[in-house]
């Protein structure tokens, strides 16, 4: 996931790299707690989240907001405001304080060569790539990655298994994605530079959501870019493309926060969070939302209550 609109801050810029610790539950975080150099923050005049226009960040939202009250700290959620291109800059410019962002992604957006994909090493990059005044807080055990799939009839009719098959199809395919999926890394881009893949047609839907699932069931795309979480791949029994090239990088949901806001009672409620939700949890969460039609605030309320991490 590609754009390089930040990257002008950090040309020539050498950072040294703090080294990593293991914790509990499959979580990596920076020794020296993931502060920043300036020094530490404060939450006691609130604190504002934000996130991305699709169900899953919406739900991880009002979670980081579940703990945080729980902890004592005033919170807003800003929900379903765009996608990274629009919240990176928001939450520099300080219109928002704190999102849930996924590891690869965010390191492709900041740093577009990269070639981390082990947790603990992209946790390291990001530390190297993110501007100043930004942080990432310790990943979670939970992730959700990018996938490519197609209906069992497009997979038997074109003899599709992996990425690297869709190659063989040039110019006849039609993908189905989110408009920034078009020149994204993991995308149409880096689809094109590993694989070597062109399709006929791009059509701007969504992440994951009504309009691109609704047209790869009538025909409408051939491939969609969908969400490891979504419920409906294997509701659909859609074939998930594999990637043996390695072009997708692992998702582990991370913290992406405002130094200004990063203290002790922040790290250490996000992290409770982190260590708890499962990537099963989260897919369930998902079902709830986009299925049952439940409210993504209730939803998260309601695992955090269940999980012990509010009252």
Not at 2 to 26: D, I, Y
Not at 130 to 154: H, I, K, W
Not at 158 to 173: F, R, V
Not at 177 to 189: F, H, I, L, S, W
């Amino acid at each position: 996931m590609n754009r390089r609109t930040l990257l002008g801050a950090l040309a020539g810029t050498a950072v040294a790299v703090p080294a990593l610790s293991s914790c509990a539950g499959g979580i990596t975080s920076l020794d020296n707690g993931g502060t920043s150099a300036a020094g530490g923050g404060s939450s006691k005049g609130g604190i504002t989240i934000g996130t991305a226009n699709f169900t899953e960040n919406q739900v991880l939202g009002h979670l980081y907001a579940a703990v945080l009250r729980a902890a004592g700290v005033k919170v807003t959620v800003r929900p379903n405001l765009g996608t990274r291109e629009i919240l990176v800059p928001a939450l520099r410019g300080g219109d928002i304080d704190l999102l849930p962002e996924y590891q690869g992604a965010l390191l492709h957006y900041l740093a577009p060569k990269a070639t981390a994909t082990e947790e603990g090493a992209m946790q390291n990059a990001l530390a190297v790539a993110l501007p100043a005044g930004l942080q990432v807080l310790p990943y979670g055990m939970a992730e959700d990655s990018d996938a490519f799939a197609v209906t069992r009839e497009t997979a038997r009719k074109y003899g599709l298994t992996s990425l690297a098959d869709l190659a063989k199809h040039n110019g006849k395919l039609i993908i189905g994605a989110a408009p920034e999926v078009k020149t994204r890394e993991v995308g149409v881009v880096g689809l094109k530079d590993v694989y070597g893949v062109e399709f006929k047609e791009f059509k701007s839907l969504d992440s994951s959501g009504p309009l691109v699932k609704g047209a790869l069931r009538k025909g409408d795309v051939d491939v969609a870019n969908l969400f490891t979480t979504d419920t409906d791949i294997q509701a659909d029994d859609w074939v998930v493309l594999t990637d043996p090239k390695n072009l997708i990088p692992g998702q582990h949901i991370v913290p992406l926060i405002a130094d200004r806001k990063a203290d002790s009672t922040v790290r250490k409620a996000l992290a409770r969070l982190g260590n708890t939700l499962t990537t099963a949890q989260l897919t369930e969460l998902n079902r709830q939302v986009d299925k049952d039609k439940k409210d993504p605030e209730d939803v998260a309320d309601a695992y955090a209550k269940q999980h012990g991490l509010a009252g």
